[in-house]
């Protein structure tokens, strides 16, 4: 099945910083989907991005299906975009199910 | 907003218990999906339905059973809990991808941690 790698594992700022975030996969996809992690559990839906960019607000993501990569950019980064970050692809192209990367774990340090 | 909802945030059982987790979705979507994440594993998928009654396995199904007789409704069932299946178990739904064009985004319910003692 499909590959899906994210890097870093982890990333610790000072807020107000800007980070970019990173997810590679290992085949052709038709949908990308980025999530946030909250502190309590609950997956929180950022981007549905299967190609080209998009911006909600201190957030934006890219993804270049050509070369297999998307990055998710946050700016001014606050204390609340602390939690772990997902990237999720079909397991095949043009399959619902996902499968997920290992997560990018962003600690926002005031 | 889509609402994904998860009958329990915490839930405590013992070995051999027989373990119900519901999940309610009121986007009338035809998918839906249980998956569990563990810490080093990530989201694993468990279980996945496309239509009432009807379900199909996902990686990692053994210990685990569906139910799905309501199209907003999707039910994990563990037979008989053992203590390796205390995890965080999260539910997801989206549109069927032959109604939705390409457009199936999945939305996730807010995880049950369910700790077998």
């Known amino acids: 099945g499909i590959q899906v790698e994210q890097s870093p594992p982890d990333l610790i700022l000072q807020e107000g910083a800007n980070s970019t975030l990173r997810c590679n996969f290992s085949?052709?996809?038709?949908?990308l989907q980025w999530f946030h992690q909250n502190p309590w559990g609950q997956l929180i839906n950022l981007f549905y991005i299967p190609s080209g960019t998009k911006q909600n607000g201190r957030l934006s993501a890219t993804t270049v299906a050509t070369e297999r990569y998307s990055l998710l950019y946050i700016s001014s980064s606050q204390t609340t975009d602390s939690g772990v970050y997902f990237c999720a692809v079909p397991h095949n192209f043009g399959n619902e199910k996902l499968t997920f990367g290992t997560g990018t774990r962003l600690t926002i340090i005031p | 907003d889509v609402k994904v909802t998860q009958s329990s945030r915490y839930l405590v059982k013992r070995t051999g218990e027989k373990v119900f987790l519901e999940c309610v979705q009121d986007m009338d979507h035809e998918n839906m999906f249980w998956y569990r994440q563990d810490p080093g594993l990530g989201l694993r998928l468990i279980y996945f339905?496309?239509?009432?009654?009807?379900?199909e396995k996902g990686d990692i199904p053994e210990g685990y059973s569906v139910s799905r007789e309501k199209k907003e409704r999707f039910s994990l069932i563990l037979e008989s809990a053992s203590t390796n299946q205390t995890s965080m178990y999260l539910c997801a739904s989206s549109y069927f991808i032959q109604l939705s064009g390409t457009n199936y985004e999945q939305y996730f319910g807010p995880g049950t941690r369910l700790t077998v003692t």
């Open positions: 339905s496309y239509d009432v009654k009807m379900k």
């Open positions: 085949d052709s996809v038709n949908n």
